[in-house]
């Protein structure tokens, strides 16, 4: 069966992993695996026996047409992340793109995503938003958020716990020091813990407690 299937595993809580995801990866040909290693715990907790590659962002483009080549051939392959969904800030677009073209079937099971569960336990408006995903590093970084100032959406950003002070101070910057947000980290995990109020009253409390762990940022920015 020549097929692409995006398979989402959890963030944090292995309870979160479907049945329908398990039988997938139990059926397929081969999973393209974005680390082998940390995957294969994974497989090994649910007892999957399949084959795995690695695909990740530093090979994909190597490997890229090899694999579209088997899989249009008739293999059925499932392509998973360390966690979360692919391409959702994670290698897979490049793939999925490819098989498109090639008119090769490609399926997307429902799951594990850090983003949705954030913004609907933020208690910001969630009828309209605007997933930005990580900011850049260094290059480009205030003009992102500069065009991310003029929307009049919820905004979703990801950021990781060591960059976290200097994000929250370049927000009060650019959208204002009462600006409404919420920060959620290590969401499905032991310790997950989502803080809402002002930009600043959140700048405070981390500064006073050092987050740990993966992070999502909510911001209102709904202009009535």
Known sequence: MSKLTIVPTPIGNLEDMTLRAIKTLKDVDLILAEDTRTSGKLLKHFGI?????????????????????????????????????????????????????????????????????????????????????????????????????????????????????KTLKQISEFFGIETSISVSREITKIYEETTRGSVMEVLNYYTDKP???????????NKV
């Open 49 to 165: 026996e399949t084959k795995m590659t690695p695909y990740h962002q530093h090979n994909e483009h190597k490997v890229l047409e090899f694999i579209a080549e088997r899989i249009e051939n008739g293999e059925h392959m499932a392509l998973i992340t360390d966690a979360g969904t692919p391409a959702i800030s994670d290698p897979g677009f490049l793939i999925i793109r490819e098989c498109i073209a090639r008119r090769v079937e490609v399926d997307c099971l429902p799951g594990a995503t850090a983003f949705v569960p954030a913004l609907v336990n933020s208690g910001l408006p969630a009828d309209r938003f605007f997933f930005e995903g990580f900011l850049p590093q260094k290059k480009g970084r205030q003009g992102r958020l500069k065009y991310l100032a003029q929307l009049s959406h919820t905004i979703i950003l990801y950021e990781s716990p060591h960059r976290l002070i």
């Open 211 to 221: 987050p740990k762990g993966e992070i999502v940022i909510i911001i209102d920015h």
